[in-house]
């Protein structure tokens, strides 16, 4: 997948990850493993070949957090040359997936008179709709109730 091949609305998530992954710094803990820093922030564990982080928003949406941005570029700046932060975002949101998803033509239906009859002896029955059980309702007072009590005893 190349740059630019992404959906608008992936590619402006992937626009504002990359944005946030400036104010972040990585270390290299071991093999495909990042410790990733953000200020005022706790650190995540970005884990490149399984394309896991700690915040686990990656595996969540297959979109690299910024977190996960952060070490794409450290391992570009370290010599690794593994690509743009675009190319590690999941192929469903690539336009030619989207593109081959929606190039199929699906006709309508005919009309009912044209459906075909089928013989069957099953008999489908609707479910027997009972209601939830929740707080029960507030009754109404009568306009009775509503008027003012009445007292027996007389102040002078």
């Known amino acids: 997948m190349s740059v630019g091949q ?25 093999a495909s493993l990042y410790k990733v820093f953000v200020p005022n922030e706790d650190h995540c564990v970005a884990n490149m070949d399984r394309k896991e982080c700690g915040c686990r928003m990656w595996e969540l949406t297959g979109i690299p957090c910024k977190h996960d941005v952060a070490a794409i570029n450290y391992m ?4 690794k040359g593994v690509a743009v932060p675009e190319e590690w975002v999941h192929a469903a949101y690539s336009l030619e997936t989207w593109a081959r998803m929606y190039s199929f033509k699906i006709n309508g239906c005919s009309g009912r008179k044209y459906w075909p009859r089928i013989e069957s002896t099953t008999v489908i029955i609707p479910l027997s709709h009972r209601p939830q ?3 029960p309702t507030k009754k109404m007072k009568s306009n009775d109730e509503h008027a003012l009590p009445t007292s027996s005893c007389v102040t002078h």
Request: charged share 30%; glycine share 4%; net charge negative.
């Open 133 to 135: 059980v929740d707080r």
């Open 76 to 79: 570009n700046e370290d010599g």
């Open 6 to 30: 992404l959906t608008l609305t992936v590619q402006a998530i992937v626009d504002a990850n990359k944005k946030e992954a400036t104010d972040c710094v990585v270390e290299w803990i071991v």
